[in-house]
């Protein structure tokens, strides 16, 4: 017996592969079955079941979401990963050009994605998306931010202007998303800068930041996404600069007494958009799920993202949230004609685009902040 | 020539190694880094002095730096005066047995997570929350304690309070009852009992109890982040501004690494306090 072990002939061997490879067979098949990891690099919710679940399963694939938070925190991470690392990045609209000087995201082809369906001709030919023709960045949803307010204690008429912040009543009550981008671009707006509102002289950076500290005294606290999201709940804060729907809307939907307005000095939108990354193996199938994104199923997940909600930037998207849920699509104003339709408000010119300081570094902001809030 | 004791040197080198590899070698790490550079939000290698003198010269890291170690201080008063009296009654008014329910029972909180704790505080201190609810049941108006060096304070407490109860209640149940009765016998009064033998012979575990808590509050982010508000920044919450804003990873090193040679020093000095012997009559 055991001389047949150590020496089996051409039949044992015969017999005894094809018992291993039936027992086997079970987990040949699942190994088949596994699924591709796509790596996400991503704001906080992208990555969660309610926006990728069906697309995993339809495609039997797995997204690993990295979360960040901020277009700075994104660029770092990236710088310090090799390249490949991640397959799909979202980034915000300003933070596309960085992407692509660095060379961290592929050319994608503009044929693949629905041009000739964008609400708005801007999101076409989106600001740094594009660079000698190519195409580089898939715009997905936007949002606006403008006054962000607790309905009890302040008015919609009082809250169609940032004036409102220095209300006496709201002496530390004002809280500030801890960001300085969007604070002083409001700010900014204040001062009447208007569709300059990066592009500001010396002067006028000199009178956002006194702007800025004027408002000091009635501030109560800087916040992250939970400690805003909570302040607004428990009634801590009664106004937010620096927010909007995207926190408010989630909210809302759950009977808080807060809401968002674009007031008239005018309101800053954010853009999430879809790069491939660069060197990635997964090229095609990220580039299903960006057309996926911005199919009408995919758009009416995005507008009701359970983390934070968006606009949606298609016009079959659009219907299809009406066609979902006209409720929500009616208390964003995703319906055409709606006063606060904010392709109407992008067409009358009362949303800028969120941008990075031009005259200035990011770092002399960055660096007023801390003195900010430190005042 | 003694030779080494190699069985010693076994049991020891864990510890030597552990010390080398996640304190020492990331401290030297750290201290690199300050001097490097950062461009295109990656790290530079490079000896430049470029970091210390732009921290350095911000008021505002120098306000942060003021703020953070009067909470810590603030903070270390506070908790050892609360503890002291749940401390004392542990070690000498309770039974064994319920000393080593109270101690268990301290302990728990730490099964919990110190952000949750920190979270369910908003319930409580919150303007709309349980005290301020209880004081409007007798006509008293809110009072803001969220976003507040008092709810700074609070989660200080909430992280370290537990601890210091612990710590102090061993190093008073361990203290010489005999030398306690001797007072009390030759008609020395409770509370110059308590200051003259009681507390002297805690010393040492009581300026322990002290030192972890300052330490412990000191390089927190979670209190006075989520119940002070970032209002103003602590060091803590200015090394995540530094490294979210640039990503400049070397100057929250200049950042960390004076939070660490404060520490340093503070530690050094507390427990050269707490050994040090009394000069002898």
Redesign the interface.
């Known amino acids: 017996m055991s001389d047949k072990i150590l020496a089996p002939n051409r039949r044992d061997i015969l017999k005894y592969g094809v018992a291993a490879t039936a027992l086997s067979a079970p987990f040949i098949t699942r190994a088949n079955a596994a699924p591709t990891e796509i790596n996400m690099l991503a704001w906080y919710g992208h990555g969660e079941p309610d926006m990728v679940g069906e697309f995993e399963e339809a495609n039997n694939v797995k997204f690993n979401a990295k979360y960040y938070a901020g277009g700075d925190n994104m660029l770092g991470l990236i710088a310090q990963s090799p390249p490949g690392t991640y397959d799909i990045i979202l980034s915000d609209g300003e933070f596309v050009q960085q992407l692509n000087e660095a060379g961290y995201i592929e050319e994608m082809e503009p044929a693949d994605y629905p041009f000739d369906d964008m609400l708005y001709e801007d999101f076409e030919k989106f600001p740094g998306h594009w660079k000698d023709d190519k195409l580089y960045s898939m715009m997905v949803r936007c949002g606006h931010l403008g006054v962000s307010y607790n309905t009890k204690s302040v008015s919609e008429e009082e809250a169609m202007s940032y004036k409102c912040f220095w209300k006496p009543e709201l002496k530390g009550k004002v809280g500030h998303f801890d960001w300085h981008l969007p604070s002083l671009g409001e700010m900014s707006l204040y001062n009447g800068n208007g569709a300059d509102l990066w592009d500001l002289d010396d002067d006028k950076w000199e009178a956002v930041q006194e702007t800025t500290m004027s408002l000091r005294p009635q501030v109560g606290g800087f916040f992250d996404y939970g400690g805003t999201f909570n302040s607004l709940k428990n009634g801590e804060m009664q106004a937010m600069v620096g927010i909007g729907d995207w926190i408010t809307g989630v909210l809302e939907k759950d009977g808080a007494p807060v809401a968002s307005v674009v007031p008239k000095e005018g309101g800053i939108q954010w853009t999430e958009s879809y790069s491939i990354g660069k060197d990635s193996e997964k090229a095609d199938i990220v580039k299903k799920f960006i057309q996926y994104m911005l199919s009408p199923e995919g758009q009416v997940k995005s507008a009701q993202m359970a983390a934070y909600p968006g606009f949606a930037i298609t016009k079959a998207g659009r219907e299809a949230l009406i066609d979902d849920n006209p409720r929500e699509a009616i208390r964003t104003g995703q319906v055409d004609k709606m006063l606060n339709d904010p392709i109407r408000l992008l067409k009358e010119g009362r949303i800028h685009y969120r941008n990075i300081p031009v005259q200035q570094d990011l770092e002399d902001w960055n660096d007023f902040w801390s003195e900010y809030k430190n005042a | 020539m003694p030779r080494p004791n190699t069985y010693a040197l076994t049991w020891r080198l864990p510890i030597i190694v552990w010390q080398l590899l996640f304190f020492i070698g990331p401290l030297l790490f750290m201290i690199a880094m300050s001097f490097f550079l950062v461009k295109?939000?990656?790290m530079i290698e490079a000896f430049e002095m470029k970091n210390w003198v732009k921290m350095f010269g911000?008021?505002?890291f120098w306000?942060?730096y003021w703020l953070t170690l009067w909470l810590a201080t603030l903070s270390t008063i506070v908790t050892t005066l609360v503890a002291f009296p749940a401390s004392f009654a542990l070690a000498f008014r309770t039974s064994e047995t319920t000393r080593r329910w109270a101690i268990f029972l301290l302990i728990i909180p730490f099964f919990t997570s110190y952000l949750v704790r920190t979270?369910s505080w908003?319930?409580i201190l919150?303007?709309?929350?349980v005290i301020n609810a209880m004081l409007g049941t007798i006509g008293i108006d809110p009072i803001?304690m969220?976003?507040t060096k008092f709810g700074t304070i609070v989660g200080y407490m909430t992280l370290t309070l537990p601890l210091v109860v612990v710590l102090q209640t061993f190093a008073l149940a361990n203290i010489d009852r005999n030398l306690v009765q001797a007072a009390r016998n030759l008609g020395c009064p409770p509370w110059r009992t308590i200051l003259t033998v009681i507390v002297p012979l805690a010393k040492t575990g009581l300026i322990v109890a002290a030192l972890f808590c300052f330490i412990l509050s000191f390089g927190d982010f979670v209190a006075p982040?989520?119940l002070?508000?970032?209002?103003?920044?602590t060091l803590p919450i200015?090394i995540i501004?530094t490294?979210?804003?640039?990503?400049q990873w070397p100057r929250a090193a200049v950042v960390a690494v004076v939070m660490m040679v404060t520490l340093i020093t503070i530690a050094f000095t507390a427990i050269t306090l707490a050994y040090r012997k009394r000069a002898s009559a």
């Open positions: 295109n939000y990656r911000r008021n505002y306000d942060s979270f908003y319930t919150a303007e709309s929350g803001t969220l976003n982040y989520y002070g508000g970032s209002k103003p920044p200015l501004d490294t979210k804003s640039g990503q």
